[in-house]
């Protein structure tokens, strides 16, 4: 049962699509009509804010860090589960 738990919180902390909810509350608009449709924080540069776009960076790292590190200190014996539970989303 600890496996699914894991591996389900790691798949969605790793799912959040940072670049998309910053775009839309703090300029209005879909990241995806602008530059390459892409939602990440290259993309999110393209909108003409920096700290958008940085904060979408810090952000996406730290989404893909902060499930494998509990995982770590928690469930030592799965973090590799956790890796790749993180890993396919950017896989």
Same mark, same amino acid.
């Given at each position: 049962?600890? $496996?699914?738990?894991?591996? *389900?919180?790691?798949?969605?902390?790793?799912?959040?699509?940072?670049?998309? $909810? *910053?775009?839309?509350?703090? *300029?209005?608009?879909?990241?995806?009509?602008?530059?390459?449709?892409?939602?990440?924080?290259?993309?999110? *540069?393209?909108?003409?804010?920096? $700290?958008?776009?940085?904060?979408?960076?810090?952000?996406?790292?730290?989404?893909?860090i902060i499930p494998v590190l509990y995982i770590k200190f928690y469930f030592?014996?799965?973090?590799?589960?956790?890796?790749?539970?993180?890993?396919?989303?950017?896989?």
């Amino acid at each position: 049962m600890d $496996i699914i738990i894991i591996c *389900l919180i790691s798949y969605l902390m790793g799912s959040i699509p940072f670049g998309f $909810i *910053l775009t839309k509350i703090f *300029l209005k608009k879909d990241i995806r009509e602008i530059g390459s449709g892409n939602i990440g924080a290259t993309n999110a *540069l393209r909108t003409g804010n920096k $700290i958008l776009g940085y904060s979408t960076l810090v952000l996406d790292i730290l989404k893909a860090i902060i499930p494998v590190l509990y995982i770590k200190f928690y469930f030592s014996e799965f973090i590799y589960i956790s890796s790749l539970c993180v890993y396919f989303l950017y896989g």
